[in-house]
């Protein structure tokens, strides 16, 4: 008898390929404003992957507190149930843009970007600094009595600050101005400003005094300067700060042992230096608020 064959099994695969579309739209935040009233939507485009929306999206603010902001355009997928999907996100740091040309320009999506992160502009602070030696300390002319300290006094001018970030819901902060000569955070050289209300763009000019210091002293200190958003019956919220000081190798050539706080850099080194080459005159410049208080060494 002829031999059987082994049975050859068949397998068939049916392979069904489909079109994937999105429902897309666009959403736009002037970081670092997130509240809901500084937010902007384009209409939803369906079933596309080249939506075309022509839609303009506005907002009323000023050239000068547009530079301190960063525009989020962010693109998503639509969901009728409410779970729409991150599709990309752009960034850009308005400070820089040329708003006069009006020529489109195509940027690439880039993954999703967190607003705690620190890359987005915290604002800017407008100090105007002085050092007023004893003799000629205006403030101890004025006095009948001559004071007992024969050390003169360092006046912090704390002017105005643009483009904070808005801590609150409603796109604004409650902010004040927080200082301390270190490395001593007591009572003893904390200086406050007031609180104004429902502003990212304040304005101070209010002078914070810290008396009995020598330039010989202020040379190995460091002035820090914090902006809070003022919360009732919470904690204060912190916004951004600077500190002010020589340069961290100048303390290492002294002598010193590098602390945490000996961390200023670049404009914040400049301006402590002329602050210092130029008594019984206000230094000023902008500063660029750091989004952290973490040391840099």
């Known amino acids: 008898g002829g031999r059987t064959d082994p049975s050859v099994a068949e397998i068939r695969t049916t392979v069904k390929c489909s079109l994937i579309f999105f429902d897309s739209y666009v959403k736009t935040y002037l970081l670092p404003d997130k509240s809901n009233k500084g937010k902007r939507k ?19 603010i000023g050239k000068e507190e547009l530079k301190g902001r960063t525009l989020s355009l962010s693109v998503w997928d639509w969901d009728r149930f409410g779970y729409n999907s991150f599709l990309g996100e752009v960034r850009m740091d308005m400070s820089g843009q040329d708003l006069t040309s009006g ?21 800017d602070l407008l100090l105007a600094i002085r050092y007023c ?17 024969d050390a003169g006094q360092l006046q912090i001018l704390v002017k105005r600050a643009r483009g904070l970030y808005a801590a609150d819901s409603n796109g604004l902060s409650d902010p004040f101005v927080k200082c301390y000569l270190l490395p001593d955070k007591s009572k003893s050289t904390k200086r406050k400003t007031k609180t104004v209300f429902k502003s990212i763009n304040p304005i101070w000019e209010e002078v914070l005094s810290v008396k009995n210091v020598t330039p010989e002293s202020l040379r190995f200190r460091v002035l820090e300067v914090t902006v809070w958003d003022y919360d009732r019956g919470t904690s204060n919220d912190f916004i ?4 002010l000081g020589v340069d961290v190798d100048e303390f290492r050539a002294a002598g010193h042992k590098v602390e945490s706080w000996m961390d200023a ?23 660029k608020l750091r ?7």
């Open 103 to 123: 020529i489109p320009s195509w940027y690439p999506l880039q993954d999703r970007l967190s607003t705690e992160d620190g890359n987005f502009n915290r604002g």
């Open 291 to 297: 989004p952290t208080m973490d040391s840099r060494i």
């Open 265 to 287: 850099a670049g404009d914040e080194v400049t301006h402590w230096k002329d602050v210092l080459e130029s008594p019984n005159n206000y230094v000023g410049k902008w500063h």
């Open 240 to 243: 951004g700060g600077i500190r």
């Open 133 to 149: 030696p004893p003799d000629v300390d205006e403030e101890k002319k004025k006095k009948k009595k001559k004071d007992k300290e």
């Open 42 to 60: 384009t209409q939803v485009l369906k079933k596309t992957l080249n939506p075309v929306f022509n839609r303009s999206l506005e907002y009323k």
